[in-house]
């Protein structure tokens, strides 16, 4: 199966930058793209950002011009890379990647177990 591990939360000051990586590892044929959700304490999960195997991104609309989402296709890791980050951006960060465990399987979403972002004064 594919596992998903993410590094690189913390606290940050407002303004603050932080970068999140997230490393897909396990029987892995194939990952047709990953993102970053976050779940901030009493609201539902929502979408960061998602970038496909081609490099096609999307933003949610309160993070675009801050967070910037890559990937590296060679190591099947996605980085979030943050910047000027704000009170409310505080949440359990999420990555995700639609992948193939094998050539005779389908694509699943799986999930990694979240990294904790907290900024505060």
């Known amino acids: 199966q594919v596992q998903l591990v993410e590094s690189g939360g913390g606290l940050v000051q407002p303004g603050g930058s932080l970068r999140l990586s997230c490393a897909a590892s396990?029987?892995?044929?194939?990952?047709?793209?990953m993102g970053w959700y976050r779940q901030a304490p009493g609201k539902a999960r929502e979408l960061v950002a998602d970038i496909t195997s081609g490099g096609g991104t999307n933003y949610a609309d309160s993070v675009k011009g801050r967070f910037t989402i890559s990937s590296d296709n060679t190591k099947n890791t996605a980085y979030l890379q943050m910047n000027s980050l704000k009170v409310e951006d505080t949440a359990v960060y999420y990555c995700?990647?639609?992948?193939?465990?094998?050539?005779?399987?389908?694509?699943?979403?799986?999930w990694g177990q979240g990294t904790q972002v907290a900024v505060s004064e």
């Open positions: 396990g029987s892995i044929f194939g990952i047709n793209g």
């Open positions: 995700t990647a639609e992948a193939r465990p094998t050539r005779f399987s389908g694509y699943g979403r799986y």
